[in-house]
């Protein structure tokens, strides 16, 4: 047999054995592959981790905003999601989730996240015409003024108090809109956001479904940003839970001294 023939067959044998080995019990099929958690880029397994928590398995009935909303999908176009899951929202209980703020997404899972939920929840058929600008920068370069506090609160009497009751501080049919704790933690963009959108999931219309006695009527780009102003207007230095009118803060008690 010549060198040639029995390099052949050695490279016969090996590409054999390993075929052999790929066939062996319990060995992990392709798919069972392990695959690092930066890898993963499906969509399901991204959002059921990273959002479902805060934002309903479904992108509904969370804790914070749902993404099923065709209204919110349609304002805030994809740059907007994509930043939010970036950098998250300072001061907020929104984290950042990018690897370079110190998160643990990609920017190609952040993609995929974003890519996937205007794909499922998006739905131009429910949006309409007419959509209000989605951040007080869009409603400026809009040639739209800024929001103003004092034409604010007339504009939340008006179109807003019938659930949220007189000066916001809750009604018959939804909660306070001035609670301290609940502004601390909400940005700007959120209660804009917030009154455009609405918060279908729990009952709440959005802009094109204020007022009073059943006479809905869509709010204007300058209502929107003036009831905005209005309602930052009422964050407190010292935000937290209040006390019925006419208690007292109970008092600090210093520390007992060990004997």
């Known amino acids: 047999m010549t060198v040639r023939c029995l ?49 309903g398995a479904n992108g509904r009935m969370g804790a914070a905003r749902p993404l099923n909303d065709p209204i919110f999908l349609a ?80 504009a939340f009497a008006r179109h807003c108090s019938g659930c949220h009751g007189d000066g916001g501080a809750g009604g018959p049919k939804a909660g306070s809109v001035v609670d301290g704790s609940y502004l601390a933690l909400s940005s700007d963009q959120s209660l804009r956001t917030t009154v455009i959108a609405g918060r279908l999931d729990l009952g709440m219309p959005n802009f094109r479904g204020y007022g009073s006695a059943g006479q809905a009527t869509a709010l204007r780009p300058q209502e929107i940003s003036n009831i905005v102003a209005w309602l930052a207007a009422q964050r407190r230095e010292f935000p937290g839970q209040t006390y019925p009118e006419g208690t007292t803060t109970p008092p600090m008690t210093a520390p007992k001294k060990r004997s």
């Open 7 to 55: 390099w052949a067959a050695a490279v016969a044998l090996s590409c054999a054995g390993a075929l052999a080995c790929d066939s062996l019990p319990g060995r992990p099929t392709e798919a069972d592959r392990y695959v690092r958690p930066v890898d993963v880029v499906d969509f399901d397994t991204l959002y059921g981790e990273h959002c479902s928590g805060c934002h």
């Open 75 to 154: 304002v805030a176009d994809k740059d907007d999601l994509v930043q939010a899951m970036r950098t998250g929202k300072p001061g907020t209980p929104s984290p950042a989730f990018a690897v370079s703020e110190g998160g643990t997404l990609s920017e190609a899972q952040i993609e995929a996240i974003a890519t996937g939920i205007l794909e499922r929840w998006s739905d131009s058929r429910a949006v309409g015409a007419n959509l209000p600008p989605y951040s007080e920068a869009d409603s400026l370069a809009a040639g739209h003024a800024p929001g103003n506090p004092a034409s604010g609160a007339t």
